[in-house]
């Protein structure tokens, strides 16, 4: 029976999510309680008997992305539940769209759920068994998000993230690491860790431990990280402040345990924007430690990303920072052009802001920068033997092309890997690359 030709008993529900990986966690939670309960999911609006909206509120730019969303859902459905960052604020939302049956907040999936069951009663006898073991995911089968806590401790001028989201609330070791079992039993072979602050997991539970199989595991960072290692899968690391204690988990990186790879949101150099901030870190003493990791493992890719034009930023202050990222070599790196998001302490702060058309200006001269250093780290890979895994299907008779990632490339942020292979290549396979050629971004060769 095709999908459009199901009974009429079975309700439909559309869901969009918008946003980062957390808030994609988010939505895998609530879809895979709604497939639990006998609910279908529609690829469209329009033969849906309801729309969820995941929505974003971080920036302004985000938050009219998920307007656009709403605004959408409405037009083509007319029943359309609010969820997300935004539903933190619902007076905006109710206010620009009146219509929408309910507004939550993030992680709110209780209320989520029973705002389906009022808009379209889940089904009788719902077939419980046809939810896989390790829940509904929205990523491809062979990686997962892998997400430990929730909320954020941190006071960071520019973020609203702890009001919509709360303080930062751990999850139990063992619950981490019993979904991460159940995700590779399933066929995943690389976790995505990921929260709004990795680093800082567990201090909310001061580090207690809890029983995963035959032995007792700490909610520490350290501990949590070396587990998932043992478990067979590639472990990549997300979202990771600069802490002290991050110098132990390069240890496992070098021993393969976790992926060599970091990502680190360090978000300027110069010392008054990183004050005003509110950020941790000093730039030399960070450039010391970064020196200092690549040395343990010759291998680390650090994946980042920076604010320009923050307010009281000046020319000399972006120049710090343009230096520092020429001498950090950071190989992924991302810039956000500084947006005075309703609610940050920022706004308070009483200093000048940069006009947008400068902001424009620093935001290209930075990307241009960061373009020219990644060139350069990437030319370095030419005649290296990688190991990648496939997303995209390729080689074989059919000559084309698969698409994968290295390890060095976290999914739909980082680069790809172009591999051409005498055999067929499937996505979720982990195959060795001989690299031919490099631009900025990927890598090319062919599967040995």
């Not at 079975?10 to 999510?17: A, E, H, L, N």
């Not at 001028?157 to 995700?183: D, H, M, Q, Y």
């Not at 990280?225 to 132990?248: K, Q, S, T």
């Amino acid at each position: 029976m095709q999908e459009d030709q199901k009974p009429a008993a079975t309700p439909r529900v559309s869901f969009v999510s918008l946003g980062c990986p957390k808030a994609l966690v988010d939505s895998e939670r609530i879809v895979t309680r709604l497939r639990a309960e006998g609910y279908e999911l529609a690829r469209h609006h329009a033969g849906a008997d309801v729309v969820v909206v995941n929505t974003c509120g971080f920036l302004d730019s985000a938050k009219a992305e998920s307007l656009e969303a709403i605004g959408a859902a409405l037009a083509e459905n007319g029943k359309v539940i609010v969820t997300g960052c935004m539903g933190a604020e619902p007076e905006a939302i109710a206010e620009r769209f009146p219509d929408v049956l309910a507004i939550t907040g993030p992680q709110q999936y209780e209320s989520v759920v029973e705002a389906v069951h009022r808009a379209a009663a889940p089904a009788h006898d719902p077939f419980v068994d046809l939810v896989p073991e390790q829940g509904v995911k929205l990523t491809p089968r062979h990686y997962a998000y892998l997400k430990i806590s929730e909320g954020c401790d941190n006071s960071c001028t520019f973020c609203i993230i702890p009001r919509l989201r709360g303080p930062l609330v751990s999850r139990p070791a063992a619950e981490v690491l019993r979904e991460a079992e159940k995700l590779a039993r399933a066929g995943v072979k690389e976790l995505l860790v990921i929260s709004q602050d990795t680093s800082a997991y567990g201090r909310d539970l001061r580090y207690a431990e809890s029983m995963f199989g035959d032995r007792a595991v700490r909610a520490r960072f350290l501990d949590l990280a070396r587990e998932l290692g043992d478990l067979g899968v590639w472990v990549r690391l997300h979202y990771v402040y600069p802490y002290p204690h991050v110098d132990e988990v390069i240890a496992l990186m070098a021993e393969g345990k976790a992926l060599p790879y970091l990502d680190i949101p360090f978000q300027h150099a110069a010392p008054n924007v990183l004050k005003a901030m509110k950020r941790p870190a000093n730039e030399e003493k960070t450039l010391a430690r970064i020196k200092d990791w690549r040395a343990a493992c010759p291998d680390l890719t650090l994946r980042s990303t920076f604010i320009v034009g923050f307010p009281g930023e000046t020319e000399e202050d972006f120049e710090t920072l343009l230096q520092w990222l020429d001498e950090a070599e950071i190989d992924r790196a991302g810039a956000f052009k500084y947006e005075p998001v309703a609610g940050a302490p920022a706004n308070d702060l009483g200093l000048a802001p940069v006009p947008e058309e400068i902001k424009e200006s620093r935001w290209k001269r930075f990307m241009e920068k960061q373009q020219a250093v990644s060139a350069r780290l990437m030319k370095r890979k030419i005649g290296k033997r990688l190991q990648a895994i496939i997303d995209e299907p390729g080689g074989g008779p059919a000559g084309a092309l698969a698409k994968g990632r290295t390890k060095a490339d976290a999914p739909e942020i980082d680069g790809s890997a172009f591999i051409a292979s005498r055999r067929p290549l499937r996505p979720g396979d982990i195959v060795t690359m001989k690299v031919e050629r490099a631009d900025a971004y990927d890598v090319y060769g062919s599967a040995v």
